[in-house]
């Protein structure tokens, strides 16, 4: 399965190659994408952004520009 994380870099943590990331996993590289830009949109001291490659099931979409939960767009 090849899905997508999001993650971010942030600013100060001591070590300028740490990367963090969510619980969020995305079907595509581009929705993972999306999602780490809108959070440095979000947060102050992030100053990069990327999508890794995941082993993890999807759990979330991109939906006209809004964060779905993939077991909520099931339920509809």
Known sequence: MNTWKPEVQVA???NGEKWSQNGLVFATRH???QSARALMDRWLLVVDCRAVPS???VNYSIVNNEL?????KSEN
């Open 55 to 57: 082993d993890h099931p």
């Open 31 to 33: 929705e993972a994408l």
């Open 12 to 14: 100060g943590n001591g």
């Open 68 to 72: 779905v939960s993939v077991e909520k």
